[in-house]
């Protein structure tokens, strides 16, 4: 089974511009998760995504937004670019049904700099 | 909320020795845990996990972990390490309900002496 692909691994941005990232699920899975991973700030949850809608939301800006679509593929999206946005942003997938903390499965990360 | 904290940064072991990672958590119900490990360059890796039951957990790679109720704890350990298990290895706790929203710790980084 192939495991959770996310697309690009590696993006430049300037500030101010605007970039959107992808994340495919392991097949089967319909919740989706996403972590921005800095060397200051660590592991930090973005958001989640379980059957299209919004699960859960981390402490961070209206600027990062997502979604999630019918065959549970999601993209983020970050507007207005800091420089501070520079980070591995990793997504993570689970089948998770229950509410409850299930095993997420996380993808190799798309490393986004900010220029 | 839940919090996570690793004490150690960095951690130095020779090549067949044990190895124990700390993990400290605070939650004030039962927590569910991880532990996950990051090679550079790469994604997470589950070593393993505890939600309920025995509190002598199995992983994969040879790791172990107990949960330590008393203490909040939920260390890592192997009792001897291959120059392959340098890497940096992270605590992380979910909540009940909270879907698969996981507080992690600062990471732990493992350097393997030949």
């Known amino acids: 089974k192939a495991g959770v692909t996310q697309t690009p691994r590696y993006l430049i941005k300037t500030r101010g511009q605007q970039v959107t990232l992808s994340c495919s699920p392991i097949?089967?899975?319909?919740?989706v998760s996403w972590y921005q991973q800095t060397p200051g700030q660590g592991l930090q949850f973005l958001f989640e995504?379980?059957?299209?809608?919004?699960?859960n939301k981390g402490n961070f800006p209206g600027r990062f937004s997502g979604r999630q679509f019918s065959n549970s593929r999601s993209e983020m999206n970050v507007s207005t670019l800091e420089l501070g946005d520079s980070a591995l942003y990793l997504c993570?997938?689970?089948?998770?049904?229950?509410?409850?903390?299930?095993?997420?499965?996380f993808g190799p990360g798309t490393r986004l700099t900010v220029l | 909320a839940q919090s996570v904290t690793q004490p150690d940064i960095h951690i130095t072991v020779s090549e067949g020795a044990s190895l124990e990672l700390r993990c400290n958590y605070s939650?004030?119900?039962?927590?569910?845990l991880f532990w996950y490990v990051q090679s550079p360059g790469q994604g997470l890796q589950l070593l393993l996990k505890?939600?309920?039951?025995?509190?002598l957990v199995q992983g994969i790679k040879g790791f172990e972990a107990e949960f330590k109720r008393s203490q909040s704890s939920f260390n890592l350990r192997k009792p001897s390490v291959h120059w392959s298990d340098a890497a940096e290895y992270f605590c992380?706790?979910?909540?009940?309900?909270?879907?698969?929203?996981?507080?992690f710790g600062g990471g732990t980084r493992v350097l393997v002496k030949p």
């Open positions: 993570a997938s689970s089948r998770s049904g229950t509410g409850n903390p299930d095993t997420q499965y």
């Open positions: 097949s089967g899975h319909r919740s």
């Open positions: 995504y379980f059957s299209e809608t919004q699960r």
């Open positions: 939650y004030g119900a039962t927590p569910y």
């Open positions: 505890y939600f309920s039951g025995d509190t």
């Open positions: 992380a706790v979910g909540a009940n309900a909270a879907g698969n929203k996981l507080t």
